[in-house]
């Protein structure tokens, strides 16, 4: 039975049809396609609780049924940096915010300055 899964990475969403028999190496197999990116490239994150910031790696070799990755899920992708130095921290963006240089939303102390100004 196909599912959908969110692949995310900063103010990028990609929409996947996979399988639950799918691994995880399938699934950048699939991002490979769309992104260009070699699957060596690329981590696939889950995160631990919904909001609380921290993911874990997905294994290559384990299907996403046994990974707990269900219909709608919410899927992060990390790119290997350029220096191979290990993979970039996962960044996700609301729809709309904006980011600063040093990768924080500041979008609150904006919306407090703006509501001063009035």
């Known amino acids: ?5 969110r692949v995310k990475r900063q103010k990028t ?6 399988e639950p028999t ?23 994150l889950k995160e ?3 909001a609380s910031g921290q993911y874990l790696p997905l294994d290559d070799a384990k299907k996403l049924a046994d990974l707990k990755v269900e219909n ?3 899927v992060a ?10 993979y970039e921290s996962v960044k ?16 609150a102390a904006k919306q407090e300055a703006k509501q001063e100004a009035q």
């Open 1 to 5: 039975m196909s599912m959908y899964i």
């Open 13 to 18: 969403t990609v929409f996947l049809q996979v």
């Open 22 to 44: 799918d691994t995880v190496l399938e699934v950048k197999q699939k991002l490979q396609a769309l992104l260009d990116k070699a699957p060596g490239k690329l981590q696939l």
């Open 48 to 50: 631990v609780r919904e």
């Open 72 to 74: 709608d899920d919410v």
């Open 77 to 86: 992708m990390a790119y290997l940096k350029e220096d191979g130095s290990g």
């Open 92 to 107: 996700i963006y609301a729809p709309g915010a904006e980011d600063v240089a040093d990768g924080s939303n500041d979008g």
